[in-house]
C-alpha cells in the first residue's frame, strides 16, 4: 500500500481588490487545517492567488502585468512554502507566471515535503479569445494573456507515486490524461476556474456545468487507471459566479470525496496509489492492447476534416 493522504484545498471567491497576501493568508489557514486531517498533499486552484483575471479586458502592459509573478517563491508566497515545508506537507497551485524574458504562461508548480519545486506545468489548452468579443456575457481573454504552454504533460515521482499536472480547460481533453498515461501517471492534479455560467450559451447553467466537469475527470481517471484530484475556485468574484465541485476521483472512476460550498473548503481523501496496478495491468495495459497504428489522426490533424 502506497498511501497518500491528499488535500483538495477549495477556494472561495478572491475579489479584484484582495492582495497576494491577504490570500496567502486564507491558503495557509487551509494549509494547517490539512495538516490537522494528516494530509501529505495539498492541491489548490488555477491562479489561486489572484481574481480569475481574464475576464477583464486590459490593453495596457503594466496592468496586465500586475497579474503575473516574475518569481516563485516571491515575499508574498514564501510564507506558504515555509509553512508547507514545517508541517512537510507537498503542495501544488497555479498562478500566473511572467518569465525572464518576458513570456507569460498560465503555470502550476509542485513541491515536495521539503517545500523544493520538482514540477512545473504550462497550461496547453487555453480556452477562449484574444480580442474583445461584444457577443459573449462576459470575456474570456486567456488567448490574450499567455501563450500556449511548452512544456508538454511531464510526470514527477513525488511521494513514492507518479504525479502530473494539467489546468481547467485542459481537463476537458482525453489527450492530456494519456499523455500521462502513457508515462505511467498515479496522479493527476489540477486546478480550475470555471464559470457557472456559459457566456455563449445563457441556458447552459451550473448543473450541466458540473456534470461535464465530472465527466471529463471521473472519465480521464477511469481510462487511465488514476488518481484525479480536481479543486475550484468558486464563489461569486465581483459578480462573476465560478462553480465549485471540487472532487477527488479513484482509479476505477469513482468520486470518493467532493466539495459542498461554494467556499473555502478542504476535501481529504487517503490514496492509495497502489489501487492503479489493476486497471494498468488489465483493461487499460497499454503496451497489451493499444493499437497506435489507428492512431495516426490524432497527432497529424486538429480540426475536423470530413471524408470525400
Ligand atoms: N479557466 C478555464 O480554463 N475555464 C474553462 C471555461 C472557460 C470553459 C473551463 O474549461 O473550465
Same mark, same amino acid.
Given at each position: ?89 507537498a503542495i501544488t497551485f497555479g498562478y500566473a507566471e511572467k518569465t525572464p524574458e518576458g513570456r507569460h504562461f498560465n503555470t502550476s508548480i509542485l513541491t515536495d515535503r521539503a517545500g523544493a519545486v520538482v514540477g512545473k506545468y504550462r497550461k496547453v489548452h487555453l480556452p477562449g479569445h484574444s480580442e474583445y468579443d ?36 485542459? @481537463? %476537458?481533453?482525453?489527450?492530456?490524461? +494519456?499523455?500521462?498515461?502513457?508515462? #505511467? /501517471?498515479? &496522479? ?42 480536481g479543486v475550484a475556485k468558486a464563489g461569486d468574484e465581483d459578480g462573476h459566479p465560478l462553480m465549485a465541485g471540487s472532487i477527488i476521483v479513484d482509479p476505477n472512476g469513482y468520486v470518493v470525496a467532493r466539495a459542498q460550498t461554494e467556499g473555502d473548503e478542504l476535501i481529504v481523501h487517503a490514496c492509495d496509489m ?15 492492447? @493499444? %493499437?497506435?497504428?489507428?492512431?495516426? +489522426?490524432?497527432?497529424?490533424?486538429? #480540426? /475536423?476534416? &470530413?471524408?470525400?
Open positions: 500500500m502506497r498511501e497518500i493522504v491528499i488535500g483538495g484545498a477549495q477556494m472561495g471567491p478572491i475579489q479584484k481588490a484582495e492582495s497576494r497576501t491577504e490570500v496567502v493568508a486564507r491558503m495557509l489557514a487551509l494549509l494547517d487545517q490539512a495538516a490537522g486531517a494528516g494530509c501529505d498533499l495539498v492541491v489548490y486552484p488555477e491562479l489561486a492567488l489572484t481574481t480569475f483575471f481574464p475576464r477583464y479586458w486590459m490593453d495596457d502592459a503594466s496592468e496586465i502585468d500586475a497579474w503575473f509573478e516574475a518569481e516563485m517563491p516571491n515575499d508574498a508566497t514564501r510564507p506558504l512554502f515555509d509553512r508547507a515545508r514545517a508541517h512537510g506537507i461584444p457577443d459573449r456575457a462576459f470575456q474570456h481573454l486567456e488567448k490574450r494573456y499567455f501563450e500556449p504552454g511548452d512544456l508538454g504533460f511531464p510526470v514527477w515521482r513525488n511521494l513514492d507515486a507518479w504525479m502530473g499536472m494539467c489546468i481547467c480547460n485542459d @481537463r %476537458r481533453w482525453p489527450e492530456v490524461y +494519456r499523455e500521462m498515461g502513457l508515462q #505511467g /501517471v498515479e &496522479l493527476v492534479m489540477l486546478g480550475y476556474n470555471t464559470p457557472s455560467v456559459n457566456s455563449q450559451n445563457g441556458a447552459e447553467g451550473l448543473k450541466e456545468r458540473l456534470y461535464h466537469s465530472e465527466l471529463s475527470m471521473t472519465a480521464g481517471a477511469y481510462q487511465n487507471a488514476t488518481w484525479v484530484v497502489d489501487a492503479c496496478t489493476f486497471g494498468k495491468t488489465t483493461i487499460f495495459d497499454f503496451a497489451r492492447h @493499444r %493499437r497506435i497504428e489507428h492512431y495516426g +489522426r490524432i497527432t497529424s490533424q486538429t #480540426g /475536423v476534416v &470530413l471524408p470525400e
